[in-house]
């Protein structure tokens, strides 16, 4: 940064630390478009090299659609030398407006591409970086966040589509060329590059509506006239055009002209022992030449295969060759250079292997950890066995290195009978070495399972893990990842000052709501509720998670009437296990976990629609939850004074607390105060909080899909006699914790 930069800048770069040299990533270019062809037919051009240091005021357009973008008064941004390259930074309240409105040549379902220069010293968990139009009208608007409710992280066409980078969000501190390039018409294919690779695409409709201006570092809503979500970070270059660029085009704008799109992939294994390669040229017109080698090193001795024994598709620049015949367990390099009458291309080292066939499909599941007794070991055979060895001990590095086998069986068996004692609350490890003839062997993958602790009496341990949203970004992916952690979690050891113990196997998973991203589609929600059902199951047995899940109602799962997850949670209802009380609408039940009594209020504790605030009343209807959870109150509690959980999607305080009003809530607190209420435990927030209402801790319990991470987080609860132990659980390790004290009633005393 030059010395004279902004006190946003200073501050921002202070707490994100010393920034990623600005072309560490992907080679990109320094000068903006000086080493690229200039890409033809933009109505918009923004570069940022020619600008002077300084607040600005007006940003010219060199594009077809001429005027500008100019900064409304107290919202100028400013221009400054950004990891050597000028741009303009926004401080998170600054924006540029078009001096012309969205023109139909964009607008509707028209194709288009819109390619940014952009840095940003941290991530928000909203950021507009440009807006083809405003709301409430529909509009496009191109995103850097962590994805959140009513935005994507890289895309999200206001009414129509949403899109986020399949990896991840772009790293801070580095600058990053993102490019979207929209089919057009119905279900068109809306592609997203960032750095030049192919980051997402899906089939999208967008309907973008003509007549509104343009914001570059915002978006903006015109019902309230304030800026929507605005962008705190830099945008060296804005390029719009009203055709879809193809790859080769969007890489060449940024200077990238090498061949690309290898298959197999680099980094790759394959099955089988047959492969083609292919790929694409990077440069029009460009003759390429195919360099094969077993190894990194052999690579610098290879010769050029003859470029006639190379299948080329002259209208898309795709080239094929083979098939060839690789041994299994060989590893292979290829690499490929190109040429025309002026220009070369070296090109990038691209590796894969064939597979030595491991075995696989593990039964007990690898890493899972609530297995109360086996009586044999499964698997699926690896396709090239011949014969196969069998594994088992007490740590992963005895089995891993193991020369002494616990059986030895023919090619096809897929079980072993298992007579072992297994001690309770143990780690066990396994693996299954293949012999391949006479190919190379495969090792076997070492798997382990954990037994369930002994039962203690009135010591409870379980889990909540809130607002999946599958059909969001790459949520089914991050969903996946933390499933898995908490199929392996038993065993952990929590931090000392917390609890000097380990978390103990849990008796179930809470879902507190938000489900699904649109449990309202009727396009999409079935197939999305499938998605979440294959991860989280329902009784531990019939999903990836392998405890019970106890799931309720969000506000993006859907109105009453539309709702795929409301109509699957009441059919669920009526086969779901341990359940106290179900109410009549079949809706929202209760459950008794040891000395606690759990109530699901779903969406919030409220009677009827009047209850809602601030959003459509019909469609978030709490459906009579809070006169459920009066009746199931008086019912299974009285006064007892047994411990009693409460869960809802909407929390009380705190963050997106203000969706149900404040009459509803003195009415739920009016209802709840004649019983031992431990906890209110909540999600909608995607926040990790601890907010203490009244004499009630209520308890925000995170998100388990954070796109910036390719991870969650989710909140661990450990219940004993006299206290309540929670804590966060995050993509890292251990986040901020609370210890209650409870008093539990000597009638329900072990």
């Known amino acids: 940064m030059k010395s004279n930069q902004s006190n946003w800048t200073r501050r921002t770069f202070l707490k ?40 600005l005021t007006e940003w010219k357009n060199a594009g077809t659609l001429a005027g500008g973008f100019s900064a409304p008064e107290g919202k100028v941004p400013k221009v400054e030398t950004v990891e050597g390259r000028k741009a303009v930074v926004y401080d998170g309240r600054s924006t540029l407006q078009s001096s012309f409105v969205l023109p139909e040549q964009l607008a509707g379902s028209k194709p288009f591409t819109v390619m940014l220069w952009f840095f940003t010293p941290r991530t928000s968990h909203h950021a507009v970086m440009f807006s083809l139009g405003a709301r409430p009208q529909v509009c496009g608007e191109f995103n850097n966040n962590y994805g959140g409710p009513g935005s994507a992280a890289a895309f999200n066409g206001f009414g129509s589509a949403a899109l986020g980078h399949a990896n991840g969000q772009p790293a801070n501190g580095a600058w990053h060329h993102v490019a979207y390039c929209y089919a057009g018409g119905e279900d068109g294919l809306f592609q997203l590059y960032l750095n030049g690779e192919l980051s997402n695409q899906k089939k999208v409709t967008l309907r973008s509506v003509a007549g509104q201006p343009l914001f570059l570092g915002s978006g903006f809503d015109t019902n309230n006239k304030a800026l929507f979500h605005p962008f705190a970070g830099a945008i060296a270059g ?119 066939g491991p075995a696989s499909a593990p039964e007990p599941r690898d890493q899972i950890t609530n297995v109360s007794k086996i009586n044999e070991l499964k698997w699926l055979p690896g396709p090239h066995a011949t014969a196969q060895m069998v594994f088992f001990g007490a740590s992963a590095e005895e089995v891993a290195n193991s020369t002494a086998p616990l059986a030895r069986l023919d090619a096809k068996s897929g079980r072993l009978d298992f007579k072992q004692p297994l001690e309770p609350g143990k780690h066990y ?83 507190p709501g938000d489900l699904l991203d649109k449990g309202y589609d009727p396009k999409t929600s079935q197939h999305k509720w499938d998605e979440w059902i294959a ?24 109105p009453p009437l539309k709702s795929i997850p409301r109509a699957k949670i009441r059919e669920r209802n009526k086969v779901r296990k341990g359940l106290t009380e179900i109410s009549e609408n079949g809706l929202h039940y209760s459950w008794d976990w040891e000395h606690v009594h759990i109530v699901n209020t779903n ?83 995607h926040g990790a909080d601890f907010i203490n209402w009244k004499d009630i801790l209520t308890v925000h319990c995170g998100t388990t899909a954070r796109p910036e991470y390719g991870h969650g987080d989710f909140m661990v609860i450990r219940v004993t006699e006299t206290e309540m132990k929670i804590i966060h659980r995050k993509h890292d390790g251990w986040g901020n914790s609370r210890v209650v004290a409870i008093n539990t009633p000597a009638a329900f005393k072990a």
């Open 603 to 685: 969406l919030f504790p409220g009677d009827g629609p009047d209850d809602v605030m601030g959003v459509s009343k019909p469609d978030h209807d709490p459906e009579m939850s809070l006169d459920f959870l009066k009746k199931d109150l008086a019912k299974h509690v009285a006064k007892s004074g047994k411990p009693v959980i409460v869960i809802t999607h909407y929390g009380v305080l705190g963050g997106m607390a203000d969706w149900w009003t404040p009459e509803a809530k003195e009415r739920f607190h009016q209802a709840i105060a004649p019983y031992n209420v431990i906890g209110i435990f909540n999600g909608h927030s």
């Open 429 to 511: 490890f396994w693996r299954v070495a293949t012999a391949n003839g006479d190919r190379p062997a495969d090792p076997g993958k070492v798997w382990s399972f954990r037994t369930v602790d002994t039962p203690i009496k009135n010591d409870l341990t379980f889990i909540i893990a809130t607002d999946q949203h599958y059909g969001r970004d790459n949520n089914v992916e991050i969903n996946h990842v933390v499933v898995t952690q908490i199929n392996s979690l038993a065993g952990t050891k929590y931090p000392e000052k917390f609890d000097p113990g380990i978390v103990r196997t849990p008796r179930g998973v809470i879902a």
């Open 16 to 55: 994100s630390g010393s920034a990623v040299a600005a072309l560490a990533t992907a080679g990109l270019p320094q000068q903006l478009l000086g080493a690229a062809p200039e890409v033809k037919g933009q109505l918009i051009l923004l570069d940022a090299a020619g600008l002077a240091d300084g607040p």
């Open 535 to 558: 991860d989280y199951g329902l009784d531990g047995t019939d999903g990836v998670l392998g405890f019970p899940v106890f799931e309720g109602i969000g506000n993006h799962d859907g």
């Open 238 to 356: 804005l390029q719009v055009l009203d055709r879809p660029l193809a790859a080769r085009e969007v890489r060449n704008s940024i200077g990238m002209f090498s061949a690309y799109g290898a298959s197999p992939a680099d980094g790759a294994t394959i099955q089988g022992s047959e492969v083609t390669l292919r790929w694409s040229l990077g440069r029009e017109g460009a003759k390429p030449a195919l360099f094969l080698a077993s190894s990194e090193a052999a690579m610098a001795a290879a010769k050029a295969l003859p470029v006639d024994k190379i299948r080329i598709d002259a209208a898309t620049g795709t080239c094929e060759f083979g098939p060839m015949t690789i041994a299994i367990g060989d590893r292979f390099c290829w690499r490929v250079d190109q040429a025309t009458a002026d220009q070369k291309d070296p090109g990038s080292l691209w590796q894969f292997q064939v597979s030595t």
